[in-house]
C-alpha cells in the first residue's frame, strides 16, 4: 500500500526511471538511485539542448528545430565514446614494442628491482669528509691575520651545499669489548 501512495506522489519522470530499472531486471536499489539517474538524465537533456541551441544560432535560425537536435547529439556521442584502432593496427603496435627485449632479471631471493642508478631506494646523500688539518699546528701571528681574509657569508654557505667531490670511504672505530 505505500508503494501505491509513493507512486501517486512521485513525478512522471522518476516513476519512468523506475519503470526502466524495472526493465532492465534492477528489483533491489537505493531510493537515492532514482534521484541520481534524474540528475544525469536532466544534465544531459539540457547540454544537448544548449549545443542545439547553439548551432542553430550559427545557422541563423531562429528557433531549434530537429537537424540541429540530431547534431548537438551526435557531437556528444563523438566525444564521449571514442571507436578503437583496428585490429591491424594494434597487432603492428604489439610487434613493434615486443621487438625490444626485457631486461635481464637479477637471479635471487625475493622481489627483483632495478639497478640502483634507477631505484628511489638508493642512499641519496654524501658524507662531507674534512680536511686533514696538519699534525703541527702552525702559529699564526697578527699580520698574517690581517692578510688572509675570511671567507664570506654566501662561500660559507655554498661549502656546506656542495661538500668537495671525494672517493674516500668514511668509516666509524667501534669500541673494543672487554671479555669477562
Known amino acids: 500500500m505505500a508503494d501505491k501512495d509513493e507512486d501517486l506522489t512521485m513525478p512522471r ?7 526502466l530499472m524495472k526493465s532492465m531486471g534492477v528489483e533491489d536499489y537505493e531510493p537515492h538511485v532514482v534521484h541520481q539517474f534524474l540528475e544525469l538524465w536532466y ?21 531549434i528545430d530537429c537537424d540541429d537536435v540530431k547534431l ?35 637471479a635471487g631471493l625475493g622481489v627483483p628491482l632495478p639497478p640502483d642508478q634507477d631505484s628511489l631506494i638508493s642512499p641519496n646523500y654524501m658524507f ?13 701571528t697578527e699580520d698574517e691575520e690581517a692578510t688572509v681574509p675570511s671567507p664570506s657569508q654566501e662561500e660559507k654557505i655554498d661549502m656546506q651545499l656542495d661538500p668537495p667531490q671525494t672517493d674516500q670511504k668514511v668509516s666509524f672505530p667501534l669500541p673494543k669489548c672487554q671479555k669477562d
Do not use: C, M
Open 43 to 63: 544534465r544531459y537533456v539540457v547540454d544537448v539542448l544548449t549545443d542545439a541551441q547553439v548551432y542553430s544560432e550559427h545557422a541563423g535560425k531562429s528557433e
Open 72 to 106: 548537438a547529439i551526435q557531437s556528444k556521442l563523438n566525444f564521449i565514446f571514442s571507436q578503437p584502432p583496428p585490429r591491424e593496427v594494434l597487432l603492428e603496435l604489439a610487434h613493434n614494442r615486443n621487438k625490444i627485449p626485457l631486461p635481464k632479471s637479477i
Open 13 to 19: 519522470d522518476a516513476k519512468i526511471v523506475k519503470r
Open 128 to 140: 662531507a669528509i674534512p680536511n686533514k688539518t696538519p699534525s703541527e699546528p702552525v702559529e699564526e
